[in-house]
Nanobody, 123 residues
Framework: QVQLVESGGGLVQPGGSLRLSCAAS????????MGWYRQAPGKERELVAV???????NYADSVKGRFTISRDNAGNTVYLQMNSLKPEDTAVYYC?????????????????WGQGTQVTVSS
């Protein structure tokens, strides 16, 4: 099983910045999809920013221009730089990855989740 460990969450004022980190136990270059989701109280978990198939990026409309996803393949780490934070960004942020693996029965996709890190944006 792939282990994902998030860090960098905390309390920040509106307009402030945070950088989240996700350390993976395996090579992130082997992941077909890797990045960040979030879940606010009373709401469903939603995509924030991911590296998708082919290395392209996919951002939620609500964070475009404010958040930037990046990666360090050598360090098996994915980052989320969050700028111009808003109260509506308050949520638990989860690192997520998916990987296609070839086995006896053929291709199969596996999904992995970190434990989550709390981000609170408040005055």
């Amino acid at each position: 099983q792939v282990q994902l460990v998030e860090s960098g969450g905390g309390l920040v004022q509106p307009g402030g910045s945070l950088r989240l980190s996700c350390a993976a136990s395996e090579s992130i270059s082997s992941m077909n999809v890797m990045g960040w989701y979030r879940q606010a109280p009373g709401k469903e978990r939603e995509l924030v920013a991911v590296f998708s198939y082919g290395g392209s990026t996919n951002y939620a409309d609500s964070v475009k221009g404010r958040f930037t996803i990046s990666r360090d393949n050598a360090g098996n780490t994915v980052y989320l730089q969050m700028n111009s934070l808003k109260p509506e960004d308050t949520a638990v942020y989860y690192c997520h990855s998916r990987r296609l693996s070839r086995g006896v029965l053929g291709l199969r996709e596996y999904a992995f989740w970190g434990q989550g890190t709390q981000v609170t944006v408040s005055s």
